[in-house]
Each structure stands twice: as C-alpha cells, then as structure tokens.
C-alpha cells in the first residue's frame, strides 16, 4: 500500500519532561501533530490555509505505543504517513525515531469537519492533492 | 468481569482548549493521569508512596477516541477503571463525561518498572490491595 | 487598599513535574488562570460569559517568583486578588500555598479587548460587580 | 553593557493556541527556555552535561511583556540574552520576533542548585566560558 509521509526533527525540550527523567507520554500527541502539519504542507494544503478555507480537521482518536523512552535533549524524527487511498476517516500514523532507535508508534484519525463542526467528506481538493502527490 | 474505579471532577482550564474552541486531544491524557492517580489512592497506595518504593508505573501504550469535544469551563467527571485480575501488563480505561453526555473513552497499558527502569512483575503489595478490595 | 480575592484548590499533577522533580515553572501561570477564573466566578461575572458577551480580557504581561518548589501531588491553594479600583489595566496577583507555606507570588496584568482585538475600557457590569461587592 | 545572545526558530504549535485564536501566554516560557538550552549551547556547557555534572539551574523568578499575538504556524525567532558579568543571580532576557515584528519580552532569574537543591556560587567553568566567549 503505497504511502506518503513527511518528517520533522524535534530536539525534546525539559518542559516536555516528568519526575521519571522521561518525555510525559502525552507530548507525544503534539509531536505528531507537527509532523502531521508538515505532511499536509508538503501535500500542497498547509493547514492554516485549510481552516481559513471553512475545513477543520479534529482528530476523533489517537493511540501510541512507547517502545523506549525519550529524553531531555534528545533529537528525534518524527515522521507522519499517510495512504494514498482516502476515505471519510483519515488514518495517518507516525513513527518517532532517535537516529536508527526507534522510540514509539502511534495512528490519528480525523474526519473533515466544516465550521459548524458537521461531519464533512474530504473536499475534492485534498483528495486531488494525495492522489496526485508522488 | 468485576471492575474497581474511581472518578476525579475536572474543571477544563482555558490553557487545554486550542483555535478549535475545544479541548485539544492531548489534554486528556493528563486528565486520565488525575482519575488513575485517584484510582490508586483509593486502593490505598498513593502514587507518590509507590515511587517512594521505588515501584515506577510508566504508560506503555495510551489510545482515545474522542465523541463529543469538551469545551473550556465544562465540569467533567473523568473516571478510571481497572479489572479485578491484575497481570504483568496493567490496564486502565477511562470514560470522561459532562453530566449524562459521554465525550470520549480512552485506555492505558502499564507495565511496572524499577528505579533502573527494568521491567518487574507487579508488587505483591499491589496485587493484593485490587484483589481485597470491593 | 482594599482586595477581592477568591482561591482554587490545586493537586499537582504528575505532567506538570520535569525531569528536576518538581513543578516546571511555566504551569503556575495555568494555576494562576484557574484562580482568576473563580475570581470572575466570585464577582458574578464568569468568563465564560463574557466571552460569550464579546469581552475577552487577554494577557497584557505576567510574571512570578518562585519561593519553594512545589511537588507532584502537593496539594495547593491558589488564591487571585484583585483590588476595588479598576483603571483601564485590570492587574491581578497571586499567592501559592501549601498549607502554611508560601511556595510562589505572581501577577498578571490585562485589558479588556473586542472581539476584533480591539482595546476597549472596562465595561460597566464589571466595574459595577468590582465596585460594590463585599 | 555587553551581551551574548543566541536564537532558536520556533513554529507555533496547533497546541499552543487557546480559543482566542492565539498563543497562551504561559507557551512563551517553554519557548524562552528553548532559547536559554540553546545559549548554553552556544556558551560551550550544554545544560543536559551541567545537569550530569550536578549542577541545576532552576527558574527563581520569570516575566513576560506581550506586544503582538502569536499565532498558530507563526514562523518566530526566539532570541535569549545574557550579561557578560555573571553574578550569584543569573538573569536572561528574551525577545520574540516574527520577521521584523516584535511580539514579545521576557526574563527569567535563574541560580545554580546542587543537586540537594542548596544554593551555590555559579560554577567557574560557567564564570570562565562567559567571560572569555565573544
């Protein structure tokens, strides 16, 4: 099944840090948020430009798995993925790497929402973008 | 299958909402955190005493699905739930609601970690204290 | 000078410790919001509804000092001041405590603003509730 | 009075906006501290290595000014600031720009802890790399 994915490289800050020495499980959420914003930019459709467009793209769940724990400092790859098939639910899923140490797992699932935040289909021009995007 | 749990009364802050006008996803986790924190306190180990032990409880794996949005200034009542049979992995699950509204359930794995952060079945003390109580 | 106060009762989460061990200083600003918020509560005019009514009352500056850290699962008393004149800057400060202990002072300094963005003067219904409650 | 300085590029984060379209203003606290790793950095002692080498250097007191919002997917430049003459406080100042637009001002006063968390004189490893960096 053929994917797209875009990455960002995070260097992880102390705020992000709990009393165990660790990142709190929860940031990773936000992480993966940027690598999803950078995958939507490298789609074509940054998603500032989509919300001014009336689209919202709330996620509707989320999930990771932590195989080892990220650290003060450490500088990490997150990458976001997304398949070329494109449904009403759109999965996308993240891989979080330090160097070749893979760190964690994790899938969102959003669905486009207009502004009165009703249930929408993917507008055409999002469909366009990942079927034509190499 | 019998089910200890306990709840925690969460006042959304405006620092958890985003340019959505709701609360943005990442934030329940750590609303999770309060109500499993809770649950433990009701089975009469603390959190903070069980680190004190030197028994760490990291989160493993952590997943939402998200119905309704929370919105700045809702009262919601979080609760954490945990099963009567306790194995090396612990699993929590959560549903969050606003008065009879469900707005989203979620679910932690757990496994118990050493100061050294090596994996250790789960304390004797543990296991009794969710065994014994009703 | 006379001062209207009102206070939130804190437990200290487990997210907002770093890696130190203790509290990462930028989350007394989300304890302090908590406290301003059961201060507008307090004086009748909750922000929620005035939000609704088109008055938003953004950071204009803030700042605290930090006396003695405070600790994953401290419980806290949180308590806003305000005092009876309003000027077109709306200032209030903050004091943390555990127990008999002073953990942090802080301040935070706002101004009415329009939903535009707009500075606007305190609006009458609140000036009033400022100035003629006990 | 002559100043080292030293910036990091910030993208604001979906989750550091709140439901007034813009940047909470406790996030700037994270960002300034981004902008102090770096300077250390910059200053040859890295604060993950002076943490190893035991030495802490906590937030005593911490201030913000905010001029201009930032919003969601803003491109900023975070710039932190320290005095050439190092005394017992240590104090670093911020400012944050989009392009040419100042948006925001900050302090923070920081002391060197041991690791029991007493206060000690800054590290002569610290004074030296300051006073001879240009």
Not at 51 to 76: H, T
Request: proline content about 4%; charged content about 25%; aromatic content about 12%.
């Amino acid at each position: 099944m053929y994917m797209l994915s875009a990455f960002v490289d995070i260097r992880v800050r102390y705020q992000e840090t709990d009393q165990m020495g660790v990142v709190y499980h929860a940031n990773y959420f936000t992480w993966f948020e940027s690598a999803r914003i950078e995958l939507l930019d490298q789609l074509g459709w940054p998603y500032r430009e989509m919300e001014q467009a009336g689209y919202l793209l709330p996620v509707l769940g989320c999930e990771a798995s932590f195989i080892k724990p990220a650290q003060f400092d450490d500088r990490l790859q997150v990458r976001a993925f997304i398949r070329k098939h494109i449904s009403a639910r759109i999965e996308i899923s993240y891989e979080v790497n330090r160097l070749e140490t893979l760190l964690a797992l994790g899938k969102t699932t959003h669905a486009f929402v207009d502004k009165k935040g009703k249930l929408i289909r993917p507008p055409k021009t999002f469909v366009d973008l990942v079927n034509t995007k190499d």
